[in-house]
Every structure is written in structure tokens, then in C-alpha cells.
């Protein structure tokens, strides 16, 4: 039989249930638990980036054509591109870093299946851009600076 009030109507409402201490800690338990897991994973990986990132493999293109530069009366062809590579496979230690030299397109493939994480690229006006960066001390206008992606 349904209880009445002082007006003598029948209460129709449902009848409230009260959470557990169980059923409302167990969820922020869990998710403070994976979120304490998520922070020690990623500061375990970034405390020594050494241990972890043995064999990391970046891939080297050198696109740069090289420029004629004018000393005196003398024309002499440069290629500051292959300097800057041969100068990176030499400073880069073998046993850390995986450099590999490659063409443009197959980084590009590289990079997309991820077999490289990363591509320097040195550009083929490179040689060009830094004989104009010696230049431009002398001569008026806005020059673009050499740059290497």
C-alpha cells in the first residue's frame, strides 16, 4: 500500500538509492592510478633520452648544386652542402645515432613508415644563399639567410 501525506495523495516518486563509498572511489582509484603510471612511463623515457633513443635513425639529404664564387679573377666552384654532410657524418657518433644519407623521395617514405623519425634537409641554393650572405655586407638589400630544415 502507498503511503500518503497530510492531504491523503499517494507518493508516486522513485525511491532514492545512495552510493557506496565503493561505487563512487573505485573509478577515480583507477583512473588516478593510470594517470600516476602514465607520468612515471613518460619521466622513466625522458630522465635518460641516451639509454632510450640508442639507434635513432635521421635521415641526411643534401640536395645542394653547389655555386660559382668569383676571388679575385678566379671563378672556383664550392659545394658548402657536402661540406655541412661530411662535417655531420663525422661530428654525429655512429653508435648513437643511426644517419642515414638518402634522397629526397626515399626519406619521404622513410618518414611515412617510419622507419627514420627525422630528415635534415640542405637545401640546393644552400651554397648560393651563403655566397650572398658574404655579399650582402657590402651590398644594400634584404638578403635571405641560408637554411637547413
Known sequence: MASTDSTG???TGPRRRHL???RWAFPIVVVTLLASLLGVMYLDYVVDP????HDFPIALV???VGD???TGDQV???NFGDQVADGLRAAVPSDQIDLRVLGI???QLQMQSARVYGTIIIPSDFSKRLGILGVGSVVPGEISKPVLT
Open 105 to 107: 623521395n626515399e626519406a
Open 68 to 70: 660559382d664564387l668569383k
Open 20 to 22: 557506496s563509498p565503493f
Open 76 to 78: 672556383q666552384h664550392v
Open 62 to 64: 643534401n640536395q645542394d
Open 9 to 11: 495523495s499517494a507518493e
Open 50 to 53: 641516451e639509454k632510450n633513443l
